[in-house]
Structure formats: structure tokens, C-alpha cells
């Protein structure tokens, strides 16, 4: 079998979604997401002019190969631009593996291990009150495990926290919005929040909660032991995670379970988290991570160390990496939880599904391959419009972590 074609789809159904179509000469062909949210045309560029034409002729079956060519070959290893295309590759080619076999991709990725994902929800408020609502809305759709932001008193925008009633999509049109921010208006609120969500809801289900980056290590530490009576599944990005080391505060001050890595792009990212036990949850997803080929690496390394897996799963990555991270989670011993974004109605025109939310979990089917498929003539209706996401900084003015 010998890869004959290969094309990148750029299309904006309510969003923009980068998408990678390898074709083989036994009529196959396989899909894998490429989407950078607000870089999408960086990675289109990087596939369509240095990857594509090296991938002519191989053999897609050579996964192991192919991804240490476009990973190790390459020289400038890493980086955002270069997994996201090295995953849309790995992505498609695993596809195509599985196809050719008429099996699910579960199936070579290790069989099931489960029958069904657990997934979170987002409930996004713009404050205490409107929050409480948010979060028991989403209980009533069935959802056992619930993401709870809010609106900060005295800070005009908050991330996760929508304008209007649309469903939260921080990438606008046009050049970044810039917001402000104060770390201290938000630690003296986020425990009152969590008291109150508790004694709403009590402990029937999982509450979590995502920091984004914005708190120095000590102040993590403060905020993760100030949250431990309200027993989070987890915290998220506490502190930015370039200086591994900074985890080690949190830890030596609270039991408060960490999810870290959403912005991470390779297992050396997380070596010291991994091996010193600083984490509980890897938040890595397969289209920015190297795909299923270096993920299961991480997985299977994070596996070692009693770490789960809890992958970003926001509406800014297309159902194709759903799908895959679905069949991913079915396979892996260690999966702990999914991110679960729903997408608009307008980008299933797009992109056609296999898989189901039902009380909490999603099902994926036994369609050959990830089981996602796209409609490129739908495609074409919904071209490419720049959307960025926003920027933050301090009350004082200076830049910081949005």
C-alpha cells in the first residue's frame, strides 16, 4: 500500500478546523486533525509545503517510521505548528491502518478497555448565582462530572465565561481582544464559589475547575489547599507549566488533585511531572500531541506513576480528534476523564459523527477506522475567517497569562 495523494481542508463551520486527508492507492483513505486554535494557517502552510510531498509514496502503514521522520528529520523538533501537523499524519495514517483492517481503531490500539467515556461538561457563569443555574442545567442533561468558571467580581471578563447566551467560543474575529486581570480578586472568590456549588449540589458529582496558567506556584498552593474541603476531581493549570519544578509547591501543600499540559506538545514536557509525581491528570490531546503514536508513549509511561489521562476536548479541535481520543480512551487501562465541548449543529453539515452522549458518558460505534468522515463540497461553503484568542494583562497594565 502507497500513499498516492494528500490534502488540507481549511474550513470555518462556526469555526475554523484544519484537516488532513491522506488517500492510498488500495482506496483507502484516512483523516487527522491539524487544528491550532488561531494559528490554523501556519499549520495548513507547514503540511501543504514541507510535509505533504514527503509523504508521497510511503507506505502508511509505517507509522513508527513516518513519525520520527517528520519529528526527528525535521531537526527544528517540537513546538505547536510542527506536532499539530505531525498528529493531523499520525492521525490520518492510524486511520487508514484500521480501515484497511475493517476494525475499529480501538481494536489495534490494545481492544477495549471500557465501554463508555466519562465525559465533563462546562458550566460557565457570569457570576455565583448565574453559575449555580449553569452547572445544575447541565446535571439535568445527565452529566456526572461538571467544569465550573464564573465571572469575577469586579473584572469586566473572565476566561470560560461567555457574553450573551451564546455557548462560550473565546477565539473573536479580527486582531486579540485584550482583558484585565487580578489574581487576588480571583483567590478570595473562587472558594466561596466552590463552597456554595457544593452545598447546592453536595458530592453526587465531580466538580473541577480550570486556573488557566494564571497563579505563581505559591499562590496555586494556596488556592488548591483553600479547595480541598469541597474535594475537586480536579485543578487545571495552576501555574503556567514551562517550569516544571513550580508543582512541587503545590504538592507539598495539598492533596487537591492537578491536571496539567493542554498547551504541552511532546512526553518531555512532562518527564518530571511524570516521574516525580506531581500531577494526576495529563491534559495533552492527540491532535497537539504527536498523535496516537507518541500518546500512547506518554499514557503508557503516565501509567507507571498512577497518572490518568484527562485530554482537552474544547470545541476549538474537530470531531475527527474526538473521535480518535474516544477510541484512544476505550483502549488505555489508565483513562480518567474527557473533555466534552458539544460542537454546533452547523459543523456536523461538515463533518458526519460516530459517536453519542447519553447520562454522563459517551459511546463511540464500531465503524471501521476513527468513524468520522467529511463532506468536502459542505466544506467549501464555509472558508477560512481569522479569528484570534484574547489576550490578558494586570489591573497595572503589564502583559500576562490569559
Not at 31 to 49: F, H, I, M, P, Q
Not at 281 to 310: D, N, Q
Not at 322 to 337: S, Y
Request: hydrophobic letters at 40%; proline letters at 5%; aromatic letters at 10%.
Amino acid at each position: 500500500m502507497k500513499i498516492i495523494s494528500a490534502k488540507v481542508i481549511v474550513c470555518c463551520p462556526g469555526r475554523n478546523f484544519v484537516t488532513l486527508k491522506i488517500s492510498t492507492d488500495q482506496g483507502f483513505y484516512g483523516l487527522g486533525d491539524a487544528t491550532l486554535n488561531g494559528r490554523e494557517k501556519a499549520v495548513a502552510t507547514y503540511l501543504d509545503e514541507y510535509c505533504i510531498p514527503a509523504l508521497i509514496g510511503r507506505d502508511p502503514r509505517n507509522t513508527e517510521d513516518i513519525w520520527h521522520y517528520f519529528y526527528r528529520g525535521v531537526y527544528w523538533k517540537r513546538g505547536a505548528v510542527t506536532m499539530a501537523a505531525v498528529s493531523a499524519i499520525d492521525m490520518a495514517l492510524w486511520d487508514i491502518k484500521a480501515k484497511a483492517l475493517n476494525t475499529p481503531l480501538y481494536n489495534i490500539l490494545g481492544g477495549k478497555s471500557r465501554d463508555r467515556i466519562l465525559v465533563y461538561a462546562h458550566a460557565n457563569g457570569k457570576n455565583l448565582d448565574d453559575t449555580i443555574e449553569k452547572a445544575g442545567l447541565e446535571k439535568e442533561k445527565g452529566f456526572r462530572a461538571i467544569r465550573i468558571q464564573s465571572g469575577i467580581p469586579g473584572l469586566d471578563h473572565t476566561y470560560g465565561v461567555s457574553e450573551g447566551n451564546k455557548p462560550y467560543e473565546p477565539a473573536q474575529q479580527g486582531l486579540p481582544r485584550e482583558d484585565s486581570w487580578d489574581t487576588s480578586k480571583y483567590l478570595n472568590f473562587v472558594p466561596e464559589l466552590f463552597a456554595k456549588v457544593r452545598k447546592a449540589f453536595g458530592e453526587e458529582i465531580h466538580l473541577l475547575h480550570d486556573v488557566h496558567h494564571r497563579c505563581t506556584p505559591v499562590e496555586a498552593a494556596r488556592l488548591a489547599r483553600e479547595l480541598e474541603p469541597f474535594h475537586l476531581f480536579w485543578l487545571e493549570d495552576p501555574v503556567t507549566g514551562e517550569l516544571q519544578e513550580g508543582l512541587r509547591l503545590i504538592r507539598q501543600h495539598s492533596v487537591t488533585p492537578v491536571a496539567i499540559g493542554e498547551v504541552f506538545n511532546s512526553i518531555y514536557d512532562y518527564t518530571t511531572l511524570i516521574t516525580e509525581q506531581l500531577i494526576d491528570y495529563i491534559r495533552m490531546p492527540l491532535v497537539h500531541g504527536g498523535g496516537i503514536t507518541h500518546l500512547m508513549k506518554v499514557a503508557a509511561m503516565a501509567s507507571v506513576y498512577h497518572i490518568h489521562t484527562g485530554f482537552h476536548g474544547a470545541t476549538d479541535l474537530s470531531p475527527v480528534n474526538l473521535a480518535a481520543t474516544l477510541h484512544f480512551n476505550t483502549a488505555i487501562n489508565n483513562f480518567g476523564i474527557q473533555e466534552y465541548m458539544p460542537h454546533q449543529e452547523i459543523v456536523h453539515e461538515v463533518f458526519t459523527v460516530n459517536y453519542q452522549f447519553r447520562q454522563g458518558y459517551l459511546y463511540i460505534d464500531d465503524s471501521p477506522g476513527i468513524g468520522v468522515d467529511i463532506d468536502e463540497k459542505a466544506a467549501a461553503k464555509y472558508p477560512y475567517s481569522m479569528a484570534c484568542l484574547p489576550v490578558n494583562r494586570k489591573s497595572d497594565g503589564t502583559m500576562f497569562y490569559w
